[in-house]
């Protein structure tokens, strides 16, 4: 493959990996913001950790999500995506080790997944933006 293939071959799969994440993100972010008692019937964790904790969770990752699709989309800031990134693998991160402590290991595998993508994002862009 050449070098040009190459680099368009990843862009596509970063863009991919960034519209999925994003709609992740996005309705995740939106049930904690918007949603919040919907979303504690359904995660028993969201009434012990509080309302407050979890909707800034949410802003948190919507914040995110915008930040993974629109520097890039619009030409504006564009190393905002790969922080973007880097900022919602934290976030994976630690809720990796807050279902791990609580033995909630469907909880754990699903966000070890999300954070490999967004670490895959993140390098990615970081790469491409440098390169």
Do not use: C, Y
Not at 46 to 61: P, T
Not at 105 to 124: E, Q, S, T
Request: proline share 2%; no cysteine; glycine share 12%.
């Amino acid at each position: 493959m050449s070098g040009a293939t190459t680099t368009s071959s990843m862009n596509t799969a970063l863009w991919v990996a960034q519209g999925l994440l994003a709609v992740i993100f996005l309705g995740a972010g939106s049930m904690k913001v918007f949603a919040f008692d919907r979303f504690a019937e359904q995660m028993d964790w969201a009434h012990e950790m509080g309302r407050q904790k979890v909707r800034g969770i949410g802003l948190a990752e919507i914040a995110g999500a915008l930040g993974l699709v629109l520097p890039m989309a619009l030409g504006i800031a564009e190393l905002l995506t790969p922080l973007a990134a880097l900022g919602l693998a934290v976030v994976m991160a630690l809720a990796t080790a807050f279902h791990f402590r609580r033995g909630e290991m469907a909880d754990v595998a699903r966000n070890v997944v999300i954070l490999a993508l967004v670490a895959f994002v993140a390098w990615g862009r970081w790469g491409l933006l440098a390169g």
